[in-house]
């Protein structure tokens, strides 16, 4: 049985909204941002492409605590539309918390420094916040 989940730098958007948002930025190799820097959520809310797989009917279902944790600086997820979407998730019933870093990006490295984000003690923090008394803390970002 699975007790609860930690998530890092997993999208809640379909593959294809994943994989357009990658091509906007220049994630994917061989592929460059050019203009598209600008007002990304509006292009990806006009993608008109294959979806695929869709993680959020899934995720509706789940009843174990989650955390996510992302990096604002993310170019291969759309961090903007992810949060939305675990936000209206969280909304809805589930038990999930998400934590957004500043400056980090999808590997999850200072995208300055390149230092590793501290995401083991953020998660050990929040599984110790689970079994604290006052149960399951919200967490900034």
């Known amino acids: 049985m699975i007790s609860f ?19 906007l930025t220049g994630e994917r190799e061989g592929h460059s941002p050019g203009d598209a820097e600008r007002d990304l959520g509006a292009r990806l809310a006009g993608f008109e492409g294959r979806r695929g797989f869709d993680p959020v009917p899934v995720l509706e279902r789940i009843e174990v605590p989650g955390l996510w944790i992302l990096g604002e600086g993310d170019r291969s997820i759309p961090i903007r539309e992810t949060v939305a979407r675990l ?21 999850m490295r ?32």
Request: glycine residues 14%.
């Open 5 to 23: 989940l930690v998530i890092v730098s997993g999208p809640t958007v379909s593959v294809g909204e994943e994989i357009y948002y990658s091509e």
């Open 87 to 107: 936000d209206e998730l969280i909304d809805g019933g589930r038990p999930f918390t998400r934590q957004v870093l500043p400056g980090v990006g999808h590997a």
């Open 110 to 141: 200072d995208l300055e420094t390149g230092e590793r984000a501290p995401v083991a003690a953020i998660a050990v923090d929040w599984l110790q916040g689970l079994r604290s008394p006052a149960g399951r803390r919200a967490s900034p970002g």
